[in-house]
């Protein structure tokens, strides 16, 4: 169990009400972990009629202790990361108007996985998926430019404070993902040169590994009211 206190509290106050709280708690676990697995990429799900779907197409990618991690991150950041810059927000929402928003993130599951995500009309989902699914073999077939990946590296330093560091819940959110994935307590410092580093070659060969014409798994369903 990993634990993260933000708030004005000292150690010795601090292992006490810790010791209250789970003490009775055993020693060591007994869960078994987790197995890896490989989802298998569905049927199409069909089209329907309802008033507004959601579209989720889920690809492979990288964990944590993958070498380059954090080239992964600025390509999910340059095709939906982004809430304002990212093609697609750019291209579905911005110029179409498919969508209220549109993104992308990393997610941490077993196994770890690319997620886009959208809602639209019901009548425009298949254009809608079309459009996605053409915007991510573009970026497969061209690479992200180098424009696109210096705005990646600016946000994602710039905007880490902003979005983990600025009120106690998120503090705390983020002390505990600092233990979960060990990264060290400095790892806040030593962030911004992990992005820095990262050349256009290494982004462009995570868009191959990252991003297929054909997701693992797609899925069309109403949303939920």
């Known amino acids: 169990m990993h634990v993260a206190v933000v708030g004005d509290i000292d150690a ?3 292992r006490a009400r ?6 009775d708690l055993p020693q060591k676990q007994a869960l078994a972990p987790v197995p890896d697995v490989t989802p298998k990429r569905r049927a199409d799900a069909g089209r329907n009629a309802l ?16 070498p380059e991690f954090y080239a992964g991150q600025l390509m999910n950041d340059i095709v939906g990361g982004s809430r304002f810059t990212s093609r697609l927000f750019q291209e579905v929402r911005e ?14 599951y077993q196994p770890n996985m690319l997620v886009v995500a959208t809602s639209t009309r019901a009548d425009r989902a298949a254009e809608t998926l079309d459009l996605i699914r053409q915007l991510i ?3 497969v077939d061209t690479g ?9 590296k600016k946000y994602l330093i710039g905007a880490y404070a902003i979005d983990n560091l600025g009120s106690s ?9 600092l233990q979960l994935d060990k990264l060290g307590i400095d790892y806040i ?37």
């Open 18 to 23: 810790l010791d209250q709280l789970f003490g």
């Open 51 to 66: 008033p507004q779907t959601s579209l989720q197409l889920a690809f492979p990618a990288m964990g944590r202790n993958d």
């Open 169 to 177: 819940r998120p503090i705390s959110a983020t002390l505990v993902g």
């Open 144 to 152: 992200p430019t180098a424009a696109e990946l210096e705005a990646s």
């Open 189 to 225: 410092q030593r962030r911004p040169a992990l992005i820095e580093q990262v050349i256009l070659e290494q982004a462009g060969r995570r868009r191959r590994s990252c991003f297929r014409p054909s997701p693992r798994l797609w899925a069309l369903a109403r949303d939920s009211e």
């Open 95 to 108: 110029k179409r108007g498919l969508a209220y928003g549109v993104s992308s993130s990393l997610e941490d």
């Open 137 to 139: 073999k573009e970026l």
């Open 12 to 14: 010795k106050a601090l």
